[in-house]
């Protein structure tokens, strides 16, 4: 169960990154949602193997829910830090 929260909130971050910041724009919002979620997805099962939690278990563990969302909003603003757009359009 926990897996299906890690993908949500990766597709959360990606939207919510795209509506408020200056971002890729060849990647667009579906990019931004795939990398979000696929950030969450790792960090998710990197949270897991490292506590030892069953990422298929029947209840949502809120440690490693925080690390996949930590964790695709880290992909997403590497992604458009290695890009450019961010640094580029902040003045930076």
Same mark, same amino acid.
């Given at each position: 169960?926990?897996?299906? @929260?890690?993908? /949500? !909130? %990766?597709?959360?971050?990606?939207?919510?990154?795209?509506? &408020? +910041?200056?971002?890729?724009?060849? $990647?667009?919002?579906?990019?931004?949602?795939?990398?979000?979620?696929?950030?969450?997805?790792?960090?998710?099962?990197? @949270?897991?193997? /490292? !506590? %030892?939690?069953?990422?298929?278990?029947?209840?949502?563990? &809120? +440690?490693?829910?925080?690390?996949? $969302?930590?964790?695709?909003?880290?992909?997403?603003?590497?992604?458009?830090?290695?890009?450019?757009?961010?640094?580029?359009?902040?003045?930076?």
């Amino acid at each position: 169960m926990s897996v299906v @929260a890690w993908i /949500a !909130f %990766g597709l959360i971050a990606g939207y919510t990154v795209v509506a &408020m +910041l200056p971002v890729d724009s060849r $990647l667009g919002m579906r990019g931004h949602m795939a990398l979000g979620a696929a950030g969450a997805i790792v960090a998710g099962l990197l @949270a897991s193997a /490292a !506590f %030892g939690i069953n990422p298929l278990g029947p209840r949502i563990d &809120m +440690l490693t829910t925080t690390t996949a $969302l930590v964790g695709a909003v880290l992909a997403i603003v590497a992604w458009n830090e290695r890009r450019g757009s961010l640094s580029n359009r902040r003045g930076f």
